[in-house]
């Protein structure tokens, strides 16, 4: 079992800057990758960046040279450093975990709840 709780979400104007965070908690053997995906309005969820352990990242193309992913390991958390907000990225962004619970299980994703974000004109 595996719960995501992220935070950071909130109002902002374009060009601002805004950090998520996301903690992972509860039982597992282990966290492989974790990410960042975003769903606007009348919009299929879409990748943002991904991050393993490893600290190997990738990044959808509509955020490349603006958002950072980042993680502390110890502490089981993915960051995402927003930079050049603009008003396409208002969306519920969702923090996402690729983990096992025990060395005999499969890899399963696990969401987190999400969090709003809003980049106004």
């Known amino acids: 079992q595996v719960q995501l709780v992220e935070s950071g979400g909130g109002l902002v104007q374009a060009g601002g800057s805004l950090r998520l965070s996301c903690a992972a908690s509860?039982?597992?053997?282990?966290?492989?990758?974790m990410g960042w995906y975003r769903q606007g309005p009348g919009k299929q969820r879409e990748l943002v960046a991904t991050?393993?352990?490893?600290?190997?990242?990738i990044y959808g193309d509509s955020v490349k040279g603006r958002f950072t992913i980042s993680r502390d390991n110890g502490k089981n958390t993915v960051y995402l450093q927003m930079d050049s907000l603009k008003p396409v990225d208002t969306a519920v962004y969702y923090c996402?975990?690729?983990?096992?619970?025990?060395?005999?299980?499969?890899?399963?994703?696990?969401w987190g709840q999400g969090t709003q974000v809003t980049v106004s004109s």
């Open positions: 996402n975990a690729q983990a096992r619970i025990s060395l005999l299980s499969g890899i399963s994703g696990y």
């Open positions: 509860g039982r597992f053997f282990t966290i492989n990758v």
């Open positions: 991050i393993t352990n490893g600290g190997s990242t």
